[in-house]
């Protein structure tokens, strides 16, 4: 039988080749996705079909691992959202499998997506929520019943004692007084309950009709049960006849006015209230108070008073007891500010110059604190001016602007000519005069605005600096406002970046002037082209309609082109094309291109309106051919270029991550490593004929090299073996390939290599009860038909087949977690699913006995088969040697299993699970160990089955030997 099975093994492994080595795909794999946790978890559960909860206490950290597997090796990115609305807006937080957050807070509880990418097929995404737990110290505070205002506050009446306390999970409160627990229905006098919309949150002890035993002292705690170790939290209250809601009053003026540099002093006392209530002082909306100001219970200090520190302040006063008290002062600091004029010419004729006979204005604003104390004062050439019959001075009242004051001069005489000063001044000091001089003569005229010959059109080249300029001519002469127009002399959505903010709208005339007509523009772009308004200003001019002109501004910018860089790849003796379009340029046409490799002009030429883009062609490429193409698209204001890096560099080496087995005990100081990889794009460039390998000690600067020569062309996806032996242990390394060709050397890849010790490396006790999601190291075979899948009763879909597998784990536990094989379509008969447990090293006991136990469940009447098998390191024949087997329906329950086995080497155990004729064939196992020494209490149906599952078709003869081989290796 010697030869038969070795034939068989050897038809298996040239199979096997074949599948690894094979063209097209290769080893590439989509990749897959699980979330490990590492720290202490409150607990974690599954929770639906699809989504773990990780609980976890607030202050803690947070650490979560995203295990990936795939080829190329997948990136890896870390998202949140934080459920409700908010799930819309992803939050990136790690771009590395494992995300860290410490002192974890609740705001950072949530839902995280780990995201696998790597280009193979759809990104891999798994999620797991992240429940912060926490406790707030709780808040007592005491309500009366309404209507209760005219008599005593507390005397034979009803009151609320309201416990509140910010938790997760839902807090539980409990009452005391004094040290009696109050519970409902054991007084009654008292009610506790929770308001319908606040469960959970609040909890309500309900006073009746104050009796005298009822004035005591109020303890709440509240409590979430010691859920991740959270203390109870505790608040005290003491109840008498004299508790009352606070009061307060101001002891300041209203509004309290000060001059700026002076001290504002706000005081406010409590006026009533018990117990005493605590005061603060606040801004409205939250703003805080100003820089260096001192607050001191009910008295807060401003020192150096500003402009900016006026406004509202509240006091407000709170003892817990009914609704807090507020109360409001302002506070006004002295200040004169924005001083402006304009004339009025006679409103009754339509000519806006000033004439003898006709009626003129002067009108004067200034804004002031407080606008009360404004005063104005009226001089004419440095003399009082007083109110007549021709000079009429008024003030605005209430209804009119505020803060003007006019000087009216009916029938204009040559007498009148002269210079008139608006003085305005605070009633109380405090702020110095303002004066504004205003020149009346047979001179002033209105304003007239034009644009100097030739500049109404303005061209610049991006990156200059260029002057708007309008005239204006008048006496007095006005300021200059400019705003810049959008088609249809619309405002801007937002203003062109470079644009002062004032000219985005241009329809507010307060928002930019210039006094001399200029505008300077620094460092235009192409976007702050376009047309700009400047119109005459009402103020420090006059009041008549505004005179404007208009000036564009035409940038000029350099062509710009795509792509800016590109790296092109290609063999000797190939045909290649480089293309280099046009994407915007002012001016648009009469471009000119112009190709060169390195500093040698190959061709030139020019776009005409139908084309936006130029090609070359290279036909055969030598290797002179290689190097940098550029190609520039130019116009009057500059170059815009396209550059091509044409090289022979192979692509870099993929590093395969998902190698089985890639670490070995090399000697008992040192190891091994099955290093594994495929080449990036192997056709795009010449054949690769070797790979230049270093390695170096993490830590270290010197490396080791050597060369892996290359005898065959390397197909896509084909997975590439060079075994690292002599590492020294524990020590970590750095590998680095690197491929060359003729060409030479291409692009190179480094990965770490991490020594880890084996599994239980003596092997005394491995115990797997399927909890934790990594499965304790086990992993999927790659070569079988399907995968097993971990699962809870718990969670079980409720679309599930009836009649076949586990209705909870082995101890009985629907919240317990098992592994199964789930027959349903698309599995066919004979599919088979395959574990494979971590390598365990039996160190200096080679052929000692094991004990291998674990408790199965194969229930339904399409049950197929439960092998399991024993792999060798460095085993010279069969590379599996089956140890157990069993076949058809076992009843609905668990059965325990246990075979002594003697490996000879390090060594896995593989459990496959064959499909039955039928979808109620689930077979689960659970609770997987193995220990040192022979099995003590082995159950009545150890013995190996040598009823092979009704889908082989292997030989009588090797059967009755009780060898199964596995289907996996085609």
Not at 352 to 361: L, M, W
Not at 376 to 403: C, Q, T, Y
Request: glycine share 8%; aromatic share 8%.
């Amino acid at each position: 039988m010697g030869p038969l099975v070795a034939l068989v093994w050897l038809l298996s492994a040239v199979v096997s080749a074949v599948v690894r080595g094979g063209h097209a795909q290769g080893v590439y794999a989509p990749p897959t996705v699980a979330i490990v946790h590492s720290g202490q978890a409150c607990s974690v559960e599954e929770e639906r079909h699809s989504e773990r909860v990780y609980t976890i206490r607030e202050g803690e950290t947070l650490e979560l691992l995203c295990l990936v597997t795939g080829h190329p090796r997948p990136q890896v990115r870390w998202t949140k959202t934080a459920g409700g609305n908010s799930e819309r807006q992803a939050e990136s937080w790690a771009q590395n499998d494992t995300l860290k957050i410490e002192g974890v807070n609740r705001h950072q509880g949530g839902r995280y997506y780990c995201k696998a990418d790597n280009g193979m097929g759809t990104p891999a995404i798994r999620s797991i929520r992240v429940d912060v737990y926490f406790l707030d110290d709780p808040l007592i505070t005491v309500h009366q019943s309404v209507g209760d205002a005219k008599e005593l506050f507390y005397f034979e009446r009803t009151v609320f004692l309201r416990c509140v306390s910010t938790s997760n999970p839902p807090v539980h409160y409990t009452w005391r007084r004094g040290r009696q627990v109050l519970s409902q229905g054991a007084d009654a006098g008292v009610d506790i309950y929770e308001p319908f919309f606040t469960q959970g949150e609040t909890k309500i002890l309900k006073l009746k009709n104050l009796r005298p035993q009822d004035y005591a002292n109020y303890t709440c705690v509240a409590s979430v049960r010691n859920v991740c170790d959270i203390p109870d939290k505790i608040a005290h209250f003491s109840l008498n006849n004299k508790t009352a809601p606070p009061s307060i009053k101001l002891l300041v003026d209203d509004p309290l006015v000060v001059n700026p540099g002076e001290t504002a002093k706000l005081v406010c006392e409590a006026s009533g209230g018990d117990p005493p209530p605590n005061l603060r002082w606040v801004r409205p909306g939250g703003e805080p108070l100003p820089k260096g100001s001192v607050a001191l219970g009910g008295t807060l200090s401003i020192p150096a008073v500003a402009v900016d520190d006026g406004g509202a302040y509240s006091c407000l006063a709170d003892n817990n007891v009914g609704n807090a008290a507020r109360k409001s002062a302002n506070v006004l600091v002295r200040g004169l500010r924005k001083a402006r004029f304009w004339i009025t010419p006679d409103p009754y004729h339509n000519d806006d110059h000033i004439q003898i006979g006709r009626e003129v204005k002067i009108s004067c604003q200034v804004e002031a604190t407080p606008p009360e104390e404004l005063r104005f004062g009226w001089l004419k050439n440095g003399r009082p001016l007083r109110s007549s019959e021709r000079m009429v001075i008024a003030h605005a009242d209430g209804e009119g602007s505020p803060g003007v004051t006019d000087l009216d001069i009916i029938d204009l005489k040559f007498t009148d000519f002269g210079t008139y000063t608006c003085v305005a001044s605070l009633r109380d000091g405090g702020s110095p005069e303002i004066s504004i001089d205003v020149n009346i003569s047979s001179t002033t005229v209105p304003p007239e605005l034009t644009v100097p010959r030739g500049r109404s059109q303005i061209i610049a080249q991006e990156g200059e600096t260029v002057e708007l300029q309008c005239l204006v001519s008048g006496k007095p002469k006005a300021a200059v406002l400019w705003s810049r127009l959008e088609d249809g002399d619309a405002p801007p959505a937002e203003p062109p970046a470079g644009v002062p903010p004032a000219l985005a709208t241009g329809e507010d005339p307060a928002q930019t002037e210039s006094s001399h007509g200029v505008l300077r523009l620094g460092n235009v772009t192409r976007e702050m082209g376009g047309t700009y308004r400047c119109r005459t200003s009402r103020y420090n001019g006059f009041n008549v309609k505004p005179r404007e002109a208009l000036i564009q501004l035409l940038v000029h910018f350099p062509p710009v082109v795509e792509p800016a860089f590109s790296e092109v790849r290609q063999a000797l003796g190939r045909a290649f094309g480089l293309t280099c379009r046009l994407l915007r340029a002012h001016p648009a046409r009469q471009l000119r291109y112009e190709w060169k490799l390195g500093s040698r002009l190959l061709t030139v030429g020019q776009l005409d309106e139908r084309n936006d883009d130029t090609h070359y062609q290279v036909r055969a490429l030598n290797r002179e051919g290689y190097g940098e193409y550029t190609c520039d698209i130019s116009n009057e204001a500059g170059a815009g270029r396209c550059t091509f890096l044409v090289t022979g560099k192979a692509y870099p080496p993929e590093f395969y991550y998902d190698t089985r087995g890639a670490l070995w005990q090399n000697r008992p100081r040192s190891y091994g490593f099955k290093l594994q990889w495929t080449q990036m794009e192997p056709g795009a460039v010449d054949r690769v004929l070797a790979y230049r390998l270093g390695r170096r000690q993490v830590g270290q600067s010197r490396w080791w090299e050597q060369e892996i020569p290359m005898e065959a062309n390397i197909h896509q996806g084909e997975l590439l073996t060079y075994n690292l032996t002599d590492l020294v242990k524990p020590e970590s390394y750095v590998v680095r390939l690197t491929p060359i060709t003729r060409y030479g050397e291409g692009d190179a890849t480094e990965r770490v290599v991490a020594y880890s010790a084996p599994v239980n490396p003596h092997l005394r006790e491995f115990q797997c009860a399927f909890e934790d999601e990594a499965l304790c190291l086990f992993s999927q075979d790659k070569s079988d038909d399907f995968d097993w899948t971990r699962h809870s009763a718990a969670s079980r879909d409720t679309k599930y087949t009836p009649n076949t597998g586990p209705s909870a784990d082995r101890r009985g536990s629907k919240q317990g977690y098992y592994v199964y094989i789930e027959t349903s379509r698309p599995r066919m008969e004979g599919d088979k699913a395959r574990l494979l447990s971590p390598f365990f090293n039996t160190g200096s006991k080679s052929g000692a006995a094991y004990c291998l136990a674990f408790f199965y469940h194969m229930y339904g009447k399409h049950i197929g088969a439960l092998n399991v098998f024993l792999r060798q390191k460095g085993a010279p024949a069969t590379p599996e040697d089956a140890v157990w087997s069993l076949s058809g329906n076992q009843g609905d329950r668990w059965r325990r299993a246990a075979v002594d086995i003697h490996p000879s080497a390090d060594f896995q155990v593989v459990l496959e699970g064959v499909r039955g004729a039928g979808i109620e064939g689930d077979v689960a196992v659970d609770d997987v160990a193995i220990q040192e020494g022979p099995c003590k209490d082995p159950p009545s149906n150890n013995l190996i089955s040598l009823a092979p599952p009704r889908q082989s078709s292997l030989p009588a003869s090797l059967v009755a030997l009780g060898i199964a081989l596995i289907g996996p290796r085609r």
